[in-house]
């Protein structure tokens, strides 16, 4: 199971930091993902980390913003977003997959969390 949290409303510039927790040892060593999906938009790709977060992919659109990162220790997967742009705002997803490298599409991933609202307001 995959839970998020640290989502939230802040102004455009502003920073957030989202957490994903995972419950059971299943997800603990494995790659995981975040994605997002905007209003009437699909969902895509933001960033990935790799089991033991030696290899990291970043969308374009926030490469250089965003950071990832993970703690196995405590079972989290985090996403700090800095310099937050309106076009961030969104439904945020962690996702996590059966492989231990980095993916970016949905479909590579085997659970999904419920999300957690991004807004940034201008």
């Known amino acids: 199971q995959l839970v998020e949290s640290g989502g939230g409303l802040v102004e455009a510039g502003g920073s957030l930091r989202l957490s994903c927790a995972a419950s059971?040892?299943?997800?603990?060593?494995?790659?995981k993902g975040w994605f997002r999906q905007a209003p009437g938009k699909e969902r895509e790709f933001v960033a990935s980390i790799s089991g033991q977060g030696g290899e990291i992919e970043y969308a374009d659109s926030v490469n250089g913003r965003f950071t990832i990162s993970r703690d196995n220790t405590v079972n989290t997967m985090y996403l700090q977003m800095n310099n937050l742009k309106p076009e961030d705002t969104g439904v945020y997803f962690c996702?996590?997959?059966?492989?231990?490298?980095?993916?970016?599409?949905?479909?590579?991933?085997?659970?999904w969390g419920q999300g957690t609202q991004v807004t940034v307001s201008s």
């Open positions: 996702a996590a997959r059966y492989y231990y490298t980095t993916a970016r599409r949905q479909t590579d991933y085997n659970s």
């Open positions: 059971g040892r299943t997800f603990s060593m494995y790659a």
